[in-house]
């Protein structure tokens, strides 16, 4: 990720736990801010799409927005990209970027398609 200043910046993924760690783009930008021109090269559309949607979301005068509020611009600038570009956007950007899987629990995917090691419910689990 490059910065206003064109200084490289790491993603930090971030450690949860001793061996565990947030997946890149889970664990960044979290308290972080970004301006209009940061939001358009990341978004890829031009500075007035951003700065129109800057005004009409936060109002007249906005210059920054925080991680929630560039989630909701994906949204709204973006809107007919698909999700994993959307995510992708926001992860250039350097704004907080939540995992799609995040309620699932134990894995990182749908429980219908868990590994049977990640399930909770595991056969032979009852009282062997």
Do not use: C, N
Not at 11 to 25: H, L, V
Not at 26 to 42: H, K, N, S
């Amino acid at each position: 990720m490059t910065r206003p200043d064109g200084q490289e910046q790491p993603i930090r993924a971030g450690i949860k736990r001793p061996g565990e760690y947030g997946p890149a783009g889970e664990m960044q930008g979290i308290g972080e801010t970004f301006g209009i021109d940061e939001v358009a090269a990341a978004f890829g559309v031009a500075r007035e799409r951003v700065e129109a949607a800057f005004t009409g979301e936060y109002g007249a005068g906005t210059e920054r927005i925080d991680s929630r509020q560039a989630q909701d611009l994906s949204e709204l600038i973006l809107t007919d990209e698909p999700l994993d570009a959307r995510q992708a956007a926001l992860m250039k950007l350097g704004a907080f970027t939540p995992r799609p899987d995040h309620e699932w629990g134990a894995g990182e995917a749908d429980p219908a398609e868990e590994s049977d090691s990640q399930r909770e419910d595991q056969p032979g689990d009852q009282g062997a």
